[in-house]
């Protein structure tokens, strides 16, 4: 069973500049979510998509962060203007559906480093 | 409010020796709670999982975790330690009914030869 798969692994940009994020859940997965890890912290949730809907974007810092979930499988992560304090790993994890009781996979992620 | 608090930033062991990760969880309600560890430039991979069935959970690799409802505990533990296992170790509860996850602050674990 193929993993989660995420894209770029490494990316460093300009403060300022835009970046964006690709992930692919593992198929058949209705539940998708994006993770923020700074160094030296433990991964925080952004945001979590259930199929396309969004169902929890509390942690997300929607003046400069976006993400979609168009036709319920692949996702997108944006960040336009990134900050400086916007360096970080960006995580994506999938389950098989919403709750407490489904174990969430996880991609490799993309380290982003914002100069 | 659900959170997580990992007792040590940092553990060193020597290889053969055992292992043990402290991790205290605050919550509202009757938790989940996970152990995840994370290699260098790989992804998190779960170790074990506690969803109110029995309190000591077994994992992979040889690992095992109690769940302490009184003392609000859930260390990890591994009788004998190998080289392998150094990586950083997160506790986690869930943050809701969801599946949103809360993260501990992780626990480096080295094993030294």
């Known amino acids: 069973e193929a993993g989660v798969a995420q894209s770029p692994r490494y990316k460093i940009i300009e403060k300022r500049q835009s970046v964006a994020f690709w992930c692919n859940p593992i198929?058949?997965?209705?539940?998708l979510y994006w993770y923020q890890q700074i160094l030296g912290q433990g991964p925080k949730l952004l945001i979590q998509f259930q199929n396309n809907g969004v169902v929890d974007d509390s942690q997300l810092p929607k003046d400069r962060f976006s993400a979609e979930r168009l036709k319920g499988v692949d996702s997108t992560l944006k960040i336009q203007p990134a900050k400086l304090e916007d360096s970080a790993v960006y995580l994506c994890?999938?389950?098989?559906?919403?709750?407490?009781?489904?174990?969430?996979?996880f991609g490799p992620g993309t380290r982003l480093t914002v100069t | 409010a659900q959170s997580v608090t990992q007792l040590d930033s940092h553990v060193s062991v020597s290889e053969g020796t055992p292992v043990l990760l402290r991790c205290n969880y605050s919550s509202s309600y009757s938790p989940s709670l996970f152990w995840y560890v994370q290699h260098p430039n790989k992804g998190l991979q779960l170790l074990l999982k506690y969803t109110s069935a029995a309190t000591l959970v077994k994992g992979i690799n040889g690992f095992e975790a109690e769940f302490k409802k009184s003392e609000t505990s859930f260390h990890l533990t591994k009788p004998s330690a190998h080289m392998s296992d150094a990586a950083e170790y997160f506790c986690?509860?869930?943050?809701?009914?969801?599946?949103?996850?809360?993260f501990g602050q992780g626990t480096e674990l080295s094993v030294k030869p």
């Open positions: 986690v509860v869930n943050g809701n009914q969801g599946g949103k996850l809360i």
């Open positions: 198929s058949g997965h209705a539940t």
């Open positions: 994890a999938s389950s098989l559906d919403r709750g407490r009781h489904y174990e969430q996979y």
